[in-house]
C-alpha cells in the first residue's frame, strides 16, 4: 500500500492504518529501536508506541514522507527509553558511545538530541551531507542516526572496521569545520 493511501486510512480513523503501517514499516522501526536498545521487547514495545504516536498525531498533521516520520518518532522514543535505563543503571553502552562521538561537533552546553531539534543546525548538516559522497553520507547515518555498529557498517559496505573508524572520524572532523565555518560553533 503506498503511503498516501495509509496516511488516508489514519485521516480516516481506521484501525487498518496501523496493520498497514506496521506491515510497510514494522522491520525498519524495529531495526531503529534495537540498534539503540539491544532489547527485542523494549523494541518492540518501542514501535509499538511509535503507531500510538502516529494515530494520534495523524490527523492533524500529515507526513511527507512517512518512513521518516516514523523513523523520527522510534528513534526519539528509543532514546527517551535509553535515557531512563541508563539514568537506572549508569552503564556504558554502544548508544551512548555513538551519541558521544557527535557530541565533539555539536556545540557544547547541549546534548546532542536538544542540538539536533535546532533548525540552524538541522539545516547546516543536511548541507553537510549533501556535498559528500553517497557511500560517506550512507555510512555517516547508519552510525549517527540509526546507530549501526561500526562491525555492522564495515560488513555492509565490504570495508574493514578500521576503514570505517577512520572514515567516521574524519566526517565528524570536517562537519565541526564545516559549523564552525557556518558560524553554529
Same mark, same amino acid.
Given at each position: ?12 480513523? @481506521?484501525?487498518?492504518?496501523? =496493520? ?21 521487547? =523494549? ?5 509499538? =508506541? ?98 549501526? @555498529? ?7 559496505? @565490504? ?27
Amino acid at each position: 500500500m503506498k503511503d498516501i493511501d495509509i496516511i488516508k486510512l489514519y485521516f480516516a480513523r @481506521s484501525e487498518k492504518a496501523i =496493520d498497514e503501517t506496521d506491515k510497510k514499516y514494522g522491520a525498519y522501526c524495529i531495526c531503529i529501536a534495537k540498534n539503540i536498545l539491544f532489547n527485542n521487547q =523494549d523494541s518492540e514495545e518501542c514501535v509499538n =508506541d511509535t503507531y500510538l504516536r502516529a494515530w494520534n498525531s495523524i490527523p492533524p498533521k500529515e507526513p511527507h514522507n512517512l518512513r521518516t516520520y516514523l523513523g523520527k518518532i522510534t528513534r526519539g522514543l528509543a532514546i527517551n527509553r535509553y535515557k531512563l535505563y541508563s539514568a537506572e543503571k549508569r552503564g556504558g553502552s554502544s548508544a551512548e558511545l555513538v551519541l558521544s562521538e557527535l557530541e565533539g561537533c555539536i556545540p557544547s552546553g547541549m546534548s546532542v538530541e536538544d542540538t539536533l531539534d535546532e533548525k540552524l543546525l538541522i539545516k547546516a548538516v543536511e548541507d553537510f551531507l549533501r556535498r559528500q559522497s553517497t557511500e560517506k553520507r550512507n555510512i555517516f547515518l547508519r552510525r549517527y542516526w540509526y546507530c549501526s @555498529s561500526v562491525s555492522d557498517i564495515a560488513r555492509d559496505f @565490504s570495508m574493514s572496521e578500521s576503514k570505517v573508524t577512520s572514515l567516521l572520524y574524519r566526517q565528524r572532523h570536517k562537519l565541526r569545520e564545516h559549523l564552525e565555518r557556518e558560524e553554529i560553533i
